[in-house]
């Protein structure tokens, strides 16, 4: 099993900032990629952002949605276990709860039901 445990969400204006962390524990060494999504209410959860671990080489690949591209960076630190998602020039729009996610599979980053573990969420709400 792997758990996730987000921190760093809370409330910001419009064109703020704000870094969100996850953190990994348990078999970590199974994943092959790990993501943010959101949901905000009334919606459906949405793909944000993705980093996939290629563990052979060294490097990543990371993946963002449109509507975050130039805006949020995903990055992380192996020797933490621990993913950022550095979230910049933050919207109204961007107001969700934003929950990590990590698969032990390589496959298309964009797709809830792609991964297997889930953290609790943390919330983002930006004030126009």
């Known amino acids: 099993q792997v758990q996730l445990v987000e921190s760093g969400g809370g409330s910001v204006q419009a064109g703020g900032s704000l870094r969100l962390s996850c953190a990994a524990s348990?078999?970590?060494?199974?994943?092959?990629?790990m993501g943010w999504f959101r949901q905000a209410p009334g919606k459906e959860r949405e793909g944000v952002a993705a980093?996939?671990?290629?563990?052979?080489?060294?490097?990543?690949?990371?993946y963002y949605a449109d509507s975050v591209k130039g805006r949020f960076t995903i990055s992380r630190d192996n020797a933490k276990n621990t993913v950022y998602l550095e979230m910049n020039s933050l919207k109204a729009e961007d107001t969700a709860m934003y929950y990590c996610?990590?698969?032990?599979?390589?496959?298309?980053?964009?797709?809830?039901?792609?991964?297997?573990?889930w953290g609790q969420g943390t919330q983002v709400t930006v004030s126009a």
């Open positions: 980093i996939y671990i290629a563990g052979y080489t060294g490097g990543s690949n990371t």
């Open positions: 348990g078999y970590t060494y199974r994943i092959q990629k």
């Open positions: 996610a990590a698969s032990p599979f390589v496959g298309s980053w964009l797709h809830p039901e792609n991964y297997g573990y």
